[in-house]
């Protein structure tokens, strides 16, 4: 008997490999993103050169990864696994970020990171949910990245409103010295892996914190990016 392992999380059909998770039918037909500038990840040119957004105020990151805009069926998967209890759905979305990020990396636009690093959740609400959505993602993405991944590099030690409830200006003053990074990644080329990305206030912080602690470079991960500027 088939269990649901083994079946496309979209449409329930079987699958040949229970690791992959969708289909190659669905993988097909998930939304495609439009061009996105390469750094930011927001609607530009495509291509390899920074929008006129990033040329003008670039992010304190490299570049920006995502596996599908934030839109469904994927962002059902990614609710599901992050407020439903379903920390098996990690392995099907790693995976898909994966086939995305191969692309760029093989074009030779991306470094192959030294270093894996999850946004932390506080310790509180790790508690409450049991589990970290992000650090669960990255565990079997640094197997196939063949990188190290430090789970307990950062740290959120101020327990911040959600993000959801407030204004791009709002998030940027409410994760303002929230995090802590322990680790000494000097010279590292490192890749920080959330979730989702919306207004990039959460990747933002933490990426100047590594920026500051003089890191080589930060790649940003992503499985959604919402795209609307």
Aim: aromatic residues 6%; positive net charge; hydrophobic residues 40%.
């Amino acid at each position: 008997m088939l269990t649901i392992a083994s079946r496309c999380w979209l449409c329930q059909c079987p699958l040949h490999l229970a690791i992959q998770g969708i289909c190659s039918l669905c993988l097909r037909h998930l939304p495609a993103a439009p061009p996105c500038c390469p750094r930011c990840g927001l609607p530009g040119t495509g291509g390899n050169l920074d929008c006129g957004r990033c040329l003008l105020k670039p992010p304190p990151w490299d570049a920006l990864v995502f596996a599908s805009p934030y839109e469904p069926p994927v962002s059902g998967l990614v609710l599901r696994l992050k407020f439903a209890n379903l920390p098996e759905l990690d392995t099907t979305l790693a995976r898909l970020f994966l086939l995305r990020w191969l692309p760029r990396w093989r074009s030779g636009n991306l470094p192959r990171p030294d270093i894996l690093l999850s946004v932390p959740l506080h310790q509180k609400r790790y508690f409450s949910r049991g589990y970290n959505q992000s650090e669960l993602l990255a565990r079997p993405l640094a197997r196939w990245l063949h990188c190290e991944y430090r789970p307990y590099a950062l740290s959120r030690d101020r327990r911040t409103v959600p993000q959801q409830s407030l204004s791009e200006r709002e998030r940027k003053w409410n994760l303002r010295k929230a995090f802590t990074c322990h680790a000494d990644l000097r010279g590292k080329n490192v890749m920080l892996l959330d979730d989702v990305v919306t207004t990039g206030s959460t990747v933002r912080e933490i990426s100047k914190m590594l920026i500051n602690q003089g890191v080589a470079s930060v790649q940003i991960a992503c499985i959604c990016r919402t795209l609307q500027t």
